[in-house]
């Protein structure tokens, strides 16, 4: 095997299709990860995340022995951190993947080396591991460049991404910050935006932040819609009409591992200070309680009238349209909460991105809505958008707008 240019510590939804965009371009990549089956994987040229065109860039590159995968770290001139940042209890950044890392690679890092972390992480986070690095190995003291350069890319849509957003990089100082620039600029068109790593990590988690804020605010608004008896759907298109007023989609809540999870980042260190960020989570949790509450309405009220138990579908469990991940799913939490609370009801549960699940039965969308009597619209799939059947005669409660 050639010597590795680039070392990849992690190789999930970021870090393995940065290391096959790195590849592509005919660098040498070692890429790290903890899970021995995920190394196998890749190792015979496979992926074990979806993302579309990441199998064909994967399978090239190994092929091509442009990408090499263990679970250990070997000696490279640059070292990327793509590692999770997962939360404690309590809402508190957990950053000890990124020090796990860090710790891996230390012993390799020698003069002039880059080392980037392009994890979600809390403010502070690339100076501290600046300061664990250097209380290790005193000698490199000032000699290595380190940098925070997050990525931003939408799942989906990955590879395409990767490639032509613009990017904001951090350096710990001046030259940091140019060594990250040169490195990014060889696989990436996008614009390259240049600052300091502490406005670099804070402007990852606003970035998200804001967007859930604005999620928020929809889902404030179908919250107050309902009680109104205002059709939401129709306000927000109305209300976007004024040149600069531009309100978001509300659902059944905010999902995914990025947007429901990355403003607790700035909660947790500055929890006086952010209050609209802080209230807007509450809002985004609050609503998918409220989908839950809604559904088990519906049912009581449908037998009081009925005299019979009502067959209710469930339409929808992914954490948003058209994809098949299900992590941190508002969707998949309503349905939970509303088998949880099922008394001898005919429950059709519908996810028609997945083959499977170990949890749910499944049923096609067709059957589903043919043979339930409350229609409970989860995700906006684009196969429940635009149906031929008749739903008059059903109850149908739309939460994410598809009807
Ligand atoms: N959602 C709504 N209403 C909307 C838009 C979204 O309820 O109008 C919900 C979705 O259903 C989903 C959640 O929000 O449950 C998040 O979906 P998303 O498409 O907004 O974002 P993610 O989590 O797939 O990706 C985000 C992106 N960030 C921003 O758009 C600011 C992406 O660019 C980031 O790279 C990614 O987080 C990340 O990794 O941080």
Known sequence: MNKPEVVMMGLGYIGLPTAALIAQNKTYVHGVDINQKVVDTINDGNIHVVEPELDTAVASAVKEGYLTASTNPVEANTYLIVVPTPFKAKNEPDISFVEAATKAVLPLLKEDDLYIIE???????????????????????SK???????????PGNVMYELVHNDRVIGGINEQSTDKAEAFYNKFISGNLHKTNARTAEMCKLVENSSRDVQIAFANELSLICDKADINVWELIELANKHPRVNILQPGCGVGGHCIAVDPYFIVS???????????AREINNYKSFWCAEKVQIAKLEFELRHGRKPSIALMGLAFKP???????????YIAQKVLQNANNEE???????????????????????????????????????????????KIVLDFCGVV
């Not at 403010?123 to 690095?133: A, F, N, P, S, W």
């Not at 058209?322 to 998949?332: Q, V």
Request: hydrophobic share 35%; with cysteine.
């Open 119 to 141: 994890s979600t992480s809390p403010v502070g986070t690339t100076e501290k591991m600046m300061q664990l690095i250097y209380s290790e190995r005193p000698e490199l003291e």
């Open 144 to 154: 290595l460049n380190i940098a925070y350069c997050p990525e931003r890319v939408l």
């Open 269 to 279: 260190d500055y929890p006086m200070e952010s209050k609209i960020i802080g209230t």
């Open 322 to 332: 058209n994809i098949d991940d299900l992590r941190e799913s508002p969707a998949k």
């Open 347 to 393: 429950y059709y549960v519908v996810e028609p991105n997945i083959k499977e699940h170990k949890v749910f039965k499944l049923t096609s969308y067709k059957e589903a809505l043919e043979k339930a009597d409350i229609i409970v619209f989860l995700v906006a799939h684009d196969e429940f958008k635009n149906l031929p059947l008749n739903l008059n005669n």
